[in-house]
């Protein structure tokens, strides 16, 4: 049987292979273009799976690499922050140590100028912030981490969470500290007094922290029966004792037998003339300590002590809240404006007044350096030796808020040195990945211009080839 050939089914198969040699010579040119092996998941369903899982790696390993020069970049901040807090600390300490020896008010005023501009300098250094937030608010970035009064009280607004770097399959890494943590360190200490009432520290844990003014005032003086003698009209807003029964007596001798007049007196002080008249009797002891009685109704011829019991109260807040004296051992007083607890013993004490109270090793660094500010000028009036204790216990409170700022840095620097590597090795891992996804998708360039040169000969010939077969002859017409 023969098989006759038409020119219509030549043209056919010419026309066939011609379309699939442009459409891979279109390929091989798109390869060379955009310099990748597969332009479509069927080019290699398998490679173009391997392509996608190597491409998530390598976006992850990019956003790690982001994450760790971002991170860094902030504890670079506050490492430098930090530095200069510490450098402002060692000068304020400088200047406590220098101070004992300065007796001139116009060289401790300038001491004084100095600190404020120490203090207002540390306020900046903790507030301080880059194009993401406050470096020292912990994990509240947004929010302004100190508020700091002119009497140096700093209240902390930020979190008291680190801040931490997340990496996707690795374990977090702390990063930036609280502020809380860095600027306000604690190394409790036994309570101080300063004053005069004889309150002392109690034995109880206090909570609060830097110094505290202790106010004791009096609210009511009453006396033992059988006198007949009286708390004064002004007695409890002008007497100054304060004592449980018998801490304080008045001697009355009546002269007169009928109550009618004689003497009176306090913790044997000068004797004072009294009436059956006298409603508001004024009377000193030698220590200056003041009482007024009414002795209208003396019993007549009394003559001898009388026990007095002067009650009174205690505050730590200015007077916004205040608590009725118990004469303990361990009374406990609670600051109002902080919620705050002082232990106080008030067995002792014995007269109205405001004594000032310190817990070493509370104050942070702004209350260090203003505490020492305000010695310098004297503003709690001490004894020059009691001035002298005081500055002595300001240095040791800079000193150790210095070590404590200087213990932060180290803590930072570890942190700088872990990302370091962790980032080292993250750009190692990239690199890796990086190589593994080039060899997947990366179009061998060489070889595919080898290729389009082969494809475009291979159409050149078929088509010569085709155009040779399809001339028509008289051999096809005699057919």
Known sequence: MTIRITQQHAINTARGHLQRQAAELFDVQ?????????????????????????????????????????????????????????????????????????????????????????????????????????????????????????????????????????????????????????????????PVVIGSTHVRAGSGISTATGTKTIDITHSSTTFAPGSGVAAGTSSATSDTIIGAAGVHRIQITDTSGTGAFGTISLNGGAPVDFSSTDTDLRIIDTQGQVVHVDTTSITPGFSGEVDITADGEVSVDGGASSTPLTFAANQSVTDSRDGSTVFLDTALVDRVGSDTIEFPGTSDVFAAITQLRDDIRNTRGLSDSQLSEAINRRVGDLQRVHDHVLDMVGVQSVSLEQLDRLQIRTEDLTLNEQLEYNETTAADITAAVVRMQELTNLQQYTVAAVSKILQPTLLNYLQ
């Open 30 to 190: 798109q390869q060379i273009s955009s310099g990748q092996k597969m332009q479509r998941p069927s080019d290699d369903p398998v490679a173009m799976r391997r392509a996608l899982i190597q491409k998530d790696r390598l976006d992850r390993l990019t956003a790690h690499t982001n994450s760790l020069g971002h991170v860094k970049s902030r504890l670079d901040q506050a490492h430098v922050q930090l530095r200069e807090a510490g450098n402002l600390l060692l000068r304020a300490r400088d200047i406590a140590l220098s101070a004992n020896g300065i007796t001139d008010e116009s060289e401790r005023s300038i001491l004084a100028h100095e600190l404020d501009g120490i203090l207002e300098q540390l306020v900046s250094v903790a507030n301080s912030q880059d194009e993401s937030g406050y470096l020292f608010s912990g994990t509240s970035t947004l929010v302004r981490p100190f508020e700091v009064t002119a009497t140096g009280n700093a209240v902390y607004r930020g979190s008291v969470e680190n801040t931490k770097l997340h990496l996707t399959g690795d374990v977090d890494r702390k990063a930036l500290l609280p502020g809380g943590d860095v600027f306000q360190p604690q190394a409790r200490e036994n």
